[in-house]
């Protein structure tokens, strides 16, 4: 059995004396990993780093071994964001949530497409916080749990959509919270198609993605907890957000 592929490293680490087993979100065989023979030598471990865009090989002598990758460089990511603190934190976080959340050799086109675009984003486009935050709604809806953004759960408006029900996911409307507003999670316009360049905003989301990652996604995930990577991307926006 063999393919080829391109893909984002997403996840390595050591095997044996010198080689390495590999975790590549590829465009057509989904999350798929491999053994990389010398993949901790010289050449190669500088190579093998998260976020890395790679041209890969896989061969095995049946589809269900791990097989082995032969890998070639297309683009190195985290290099030419060491000066960029948060935007590392943020490929950290990308790449640890897929490899939590998406099973093995099952594509996601779509996802793929979108998770690409986040990447090149990281560190040259001002506005990637808010594809990130993007990112995760479309992570939650590729894996089966979409929110329902459409209109109020209470109403049926479509008009100041300002909340999301953790029971449902549903919207709800100013008008439609009353008096269980306090208990409602923020939905900014940025969840709606919103333009909006307001850190603020990004962080109200998260906040609701984020509930929706440990309360529905998780427990789907045998109840392990969201990947730490996460909540230090997320602590990092939050320190420079807070007023100094």
Sequence with gaps: MDWQDEGTLIAVRPHGE???????????????????????????APVLQQGTQLSVEWRAR?????????????????????????????????CALLAFALPEREPHPGLYRATQRLFDALGTDARWPALYLLWEKALLEELGF?????????????EELVYVSPKTGRAVS??????????LLPLP??????????????????????YFLDTWLAPAMGDRPI????ARFLSLLQREERPA
């Design 18 to 44: 010198s080689s390495a087993i590999v975790e590549v979100f590829t465009a057509t065989h989904g999350l798929h990993a491999g053994l990389v023979r010398g993949g901790t030598s010289r050449k190669l």
């Design 62 to 94: 049946l589809e269900d071994h791990i097989g082995t990758f032969r890998v070639e460089p297309i683009k190195s990511r985290s290099a030419a964001l060491m000066g960029e603190r948060r935007a590392l934190y943020g490929l950290g976080s990308i």
């Design 146 to 158: 979409a929110l329902d953004l459409s209109e109020c759960a209470a109403t049926g408006t479509k």
């Design 174 to 183: 100013r008008a439609g919270a009353g008096e269980w507003a306090d208990r």
């Design 189 to 210: 316009g940025l969840l709606l198609g919103e333009a909006s360049g307001n850190p603020r905003d990004v962080l109200d989301g998260l906040r609701t993605t984020g």
């Design 227 to 230: 990947p730490a990577a996460r």
